[in-house]
């Protein structure tokens, strides 16, 4: 079985997926790289090393070679690309392709009603809807936006991003976390307005009001610090906030900081706090806290907290903007040592064991065998990735979140 994976540029959050595929079909694994990075990109640490990886063909070098890969290979994985002409070949010639998207409407759906958005929409997917053709959902919200389209009836499944992961000895396990008086709180983003820096300072705010959680008996814990990972045009703005709101003894501004730098704080911090907005299609981040065994407090808006996240028993959810909520959460795992940490180490095992690159190439290859082989649609996983991406319209998800529904 040949299969070759086709999107824009490959980064660290497709390497380990592709490296796992690579590993189990060899020669019969590529990676099609349409464009060069953007130096934005580069200068934020994604690294360009991936195209000398060797599955990896550069299309703009080798358009030849990519072209035959495109249209020979048994099965396309195609993500965004930028050479939508390229994926269109195959699909008009019946050829089996598997899609991965983000969400279609990211800023509302009501966008949806745009004629010229509709019949580019037609084109691309909803004419294809009988074939051979697949949806992996990057994120929670993809399912719904799809369904507006009436594209991929019943052939929609739950996919997303699969950072490395690291894999813990139990007695390196038992020494991850920090056992002194501090609760180390941990958010890791670039300082944008998606990204809501600002709710950080106001969380410290909270908590230095909250004498109680840090001299009386209700917490382990005597103090607390926010670590702040991560650069961007807000950050001189959220450290004058801070200032202001006098808090700068709570809070570590640590910079710009390589992925493994990163990696190396969550280790040392109990929980993660994602404050990403609606126009956050997944949030890889999640999934490297969540590995390093801190207990995520997440925005329901954001892809993939309710893929990853399963309210009270791996992390917390809260709605989009409420902040009261959101502090709510956190308060209890300051005062809740034991929860907090069963919570730390499922989530850890959601990653280790289900959410990560080698399960989801194994899903991949035992979905595409199928599809070749099978006379009816391929089976669905039972959970994680490839099982049934269900149809949950936006309003509507923080509820489904909180009753398990993602889960099921």
């Known amino acids: 079985m040949t299969i070759t994976f086709i999107s824009n540029y490959i ?19 590529h990676f099609i790289q349409t464009q060069p990075m953007e130096q934005e990109r580069i200068d934020m640490g994604w690294h360009t ?21 495109i249209m020979e290979s048994d099965i396309l994985i195609a993500g965004w690309t930028g050479r939508e002409d ?8 019946g050829k089996p392709v598997i899609r991965v998207s983000e969400r279609l409407y990211r800023e509302g759906q009501w966008k949806a009603v745009s004629p010229r958005g509709l019949i580019r929409k037609y084109k691309d997917h909803t004419r294809y809807r009988r074939q051979k053709v697949y949806l992996l959902c990057a994120g929670a919200y993809v399912p719904s936006d799809f369904h507006i389209i009436r594209a991929y009836p019943g052939k ?28 180390h709180i941990v958010w890791a983003a670039r300082f944008i307005p998606l990204k809501h820096p600002e709710f950080m300072v106001r969380l410290a705010e909270e908590l230095k009001k909250r004498k109680d959680l840090w001299s009386g008996d209700k917490s382990s814990f005597r103090n607390f610090c926010i670590h702040m990972a991560g650069s961007g045009e807000m950050e001189e703005e959220i450290k004058k906030l801070a200032e202001e709101k006098q808090v700068t003894e709570y809070m570590r501004f640590h910079g710009f ?23 956050e ?16 407090v997440g925005n329901a808006q954001a892809g993939a907290i309710p893929y990853l996240i ?48 080698e399960h989801a190439a194994d899903e991949m290859i035992r979905f595409a065998g199928e599809i070749l082989t099978g006379e009816g649609e391929p089976s669905a996983a039972d959970k994680g990735p490839l099982s049934p991406a269900p149809v949950i319209s936006p ?14």
């Open 49 to 69: 090393d991936g195209v000398k990886l060797p599955y990896v063909v550069c299309l703009y070098e080798e358009e030849d070679r990519g072209r035959a890969l």
């Open 86 to 93: 390229l994926i269109g070949e195959r699909l008009k010639a």
């Open 257 to 279: 900081l390589s992925p493994e730098e990163v990696r190396k704080i969550m280790e040392g911090c109990h929980i993660h706090i994602f404050t990403s907005d609606h126009l």
């Open 395 to 408: 309003g509507k998800m923080y509820q489904a979140a909180l009753q398990g529904k993602l889960w099921k």
């Open 281 to 296: 299609g997944w949030g890889a981040v999640v999934n490297e806290a969540m590995n390093s065994g801190c207990v995520v």
């Open 11 to 29: 980064n660290h959050h497709q390497i380990p997926f592709s490296n796992a595929c690579y590993e189990k079909l060899k020669e019969g694994f």
């Open 156 to 183: 929609m499944y739950k996919w997303g991003y699969f950072p490395e992961t690291v894999h813990y000895s139990e007695e390196q396990w038992k020494g991850l976390k920090p056992e002194g008086d501090t609760l």
């Open 310 to 357: 399963r309210h009270k028993d791996n992390g917390f959810i809260y709605p989009n903007g409420n902040f009261e909520k959101m502090k709510e959460e956190v308060v209890y795992l300051a005062t809740h040592d034991e929860e907090r940490k069963d919570m730390g180490r499922k989530a850890y095992e959601t990653i280790s064991r289900l959410w990560n690159a």
